[in-house]
Structures are given as structure tokens and as C-alpha cells.
């Protein structure tokens, strides 16, 4: 395989769990659960292939109007994930993070997570990001207030910032954008998700929902991935010369 078509850096909007319930005739948290197997797969898969980091939408801001059983069931399943998880990601050096409004979760779920990010901390392998109580604007917004507060405090003209100097503060600061966006159930919207550095990634909308999202299904993502011709606004004969 040519390894330099493999992205760096792929996001993931893991959706269609709760279609996936329904299918069975089962509660929505049973799709929930059954995504976990996918998300372990999608992790494994990354690591055969060479992706350095991997970003995973998980929760986001707009989820915490869901009713509220669906919501305590999904913080219960998170923290059993990452307790049940860490151990093989930590064999696999897989380094965790997470992005987006920590502090609007349930200590259990901030005290467990921010053990298993430490817990990996000096790993060398993939990266696995988990965008959770996660809004791209949310982050946009939070960005703006610090870069405000370094413009004050170290006496900064406006015209000095550029793209470089505001995306220093946002919470993907030193991961590359992603090359490759897959969303699955078919849906083709971002939802909130990375919408700076989505600004050049290649869309990949599989009509698969995410429980039944495996290898041989990220393996088509990157088959597709491969025909794309990123152009950046070059034309073909400039970039193939
Ligand atoms: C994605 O699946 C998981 C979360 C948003 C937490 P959904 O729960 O959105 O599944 P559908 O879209 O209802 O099928
Ligand atoms: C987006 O999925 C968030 C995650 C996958 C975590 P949703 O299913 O909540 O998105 P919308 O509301 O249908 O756009
Ligand atoms: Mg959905």
C-alpha cells in the first residue's frame, strides 16, 4: 500500500447507534454499547495502518438535551469503557486525550478519564483523541477568549494575529488537521465538529451505522481516501507535474 496516501490525522462521527437499537427492537443504549466493539476495532485498525492520531466524536454539547436516562446511560457506559479499555490501549500504546467541555461532566467520568489520559501519557503510539461535551463553536468561542488574554497581557497588535497565532489556542493545537472526516448512518452533516480544521479534509459518508462499522468498512474509507485528488486550490496539472 502507498504509505503516503495513509492520513495522519482521521475524525470520526460515530453515528447511528440509536437507528442500530431500534432495528433489534432494543433501547437506544444497547446501540451505545454495541459501538464500543467498533471503537475498539477503528483504534486497532489505525495502529496496523500508521495513523498517528485518530479523533473520535463521542458526546456533543447539543447530546446533553437527550432525555435524561439516555444521557446517565451513556456516562455510566463511558466510564466503564475506559476502565475495561485502558488496559489494552495502554499494551497497545495507544495515547488517550479528550476535547471539548470536560468540566460539564460528572466528576466520576472527569476523575476516571483524567486517571486513563495520565495513565498513557508517556505512550508513543496512536493518538486517541475523544471529543466529548465537545462544540466546535464552544471551542471557536474559547479560543477567542484566550487569545484575547494574551493580546492584553503581552500587548499584541491586531494585525499581528494570523491563523498560526489563534489556532495555538484551540484544544487540537499541535495535532495535524484531519486529512480524512468519516461519518457513518449516511447522515452528511458536521454537527458541530471541527469546523476550523475540517477547512481542507476530504468527507467520507458511509450509509453503515456505527455498531456495524468494521475493518473491512475503514478499509473502504481509505480506498476512497486514495482516488481523492487534494488540490488546495492548485489545479490537477500543478499538482501531478
Ligand atoms: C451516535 O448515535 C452516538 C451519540 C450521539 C452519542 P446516535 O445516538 O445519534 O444514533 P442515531 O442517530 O439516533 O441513530
Ligand atoms: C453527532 O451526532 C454527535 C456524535 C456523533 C457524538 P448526533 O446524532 O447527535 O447529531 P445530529 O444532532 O443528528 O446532527
Ligand atoms: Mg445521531
Redesign the pocket.
Known sequence: MDKFKIPRHIAIIM?????WAKKFGLNRIHGHKNGVTSVREAVEFCGEKGVEFLTLYAFSTENWDRPRDEINGLMELLVDAIVKETPNLHKNKVRLKAIGNLASFPENVQGKLNQAIEFTSNNTGLVLTLALAYSSRWEIVEAVKRTVEKVVAENIKPESINENFFEQNLTTFGMPDPELIIRT?G?QRL?NFLLWQAAYSEFYFPAVLWPDFRKKDFEHALDEYRKRERRFGKTSEQINQ
Open positions: 453515528d447511528g447507534n440509536g437507528r448512518s447522515e454537527s
